[in-house]
């Protein structure tokens, strides 16, 4: 309880007791769903966002880094040439759109390179790595491929 003093009367102040407010109850509801959603986010990353950190960490090249193609020795896979390749590949991809991705390798816009050959990091985006091969028969050909077909 709170008390408030009232000094209308200036000779002799008369003091009133106020009760408290009472907040609705959908405050309380909403207050205790952000305070567990608050704990759940820190207790996950606390427990789990070291492991993928270190795992990111120990997989990815980051830029002028050496990486190898993570995909078997024994298999040529596709590499785009530039950016908007990559953008058509991906579409042509999605569609199953075989002649479209065989006229993409004739016309040069597409390469097929064996994996794990080394590569170095040119540029890192959020999802994509343009990448330089180090060896090889195209040895020195510029190429954008998904990040995580690329590891250290």
Known sequence: ???NINFDEP??????????????????VAGAAVLAGVVSA????????????????????????????????TENRLVAIDYPAYEEMSKTSVANDKLGLAEMIQTGRLMLVAGRTRVLVLEDHLLTYEIRIQEGPLIGRKGVIGREFVAQ
Not at 42 to 50: A, D, N
């Open 42 to 73: 820190v207790v996950y990353l606390s427990v789990w966002g070291p492991v993928f950190e270190s795992a990111v960490a120990r997989s990815a090249p980051r830029l002028g880094q050496e990486g190898v193609l993570n995909w078997p020795a």
């Open 11 to 28: 000779r002799r102040p008369r003091r009133t007791e106020t009760a408290p407010t009472k907040l609705p109850e959908w405050v309380w």
């Open 1 to 3: 309880m709170s008390l």
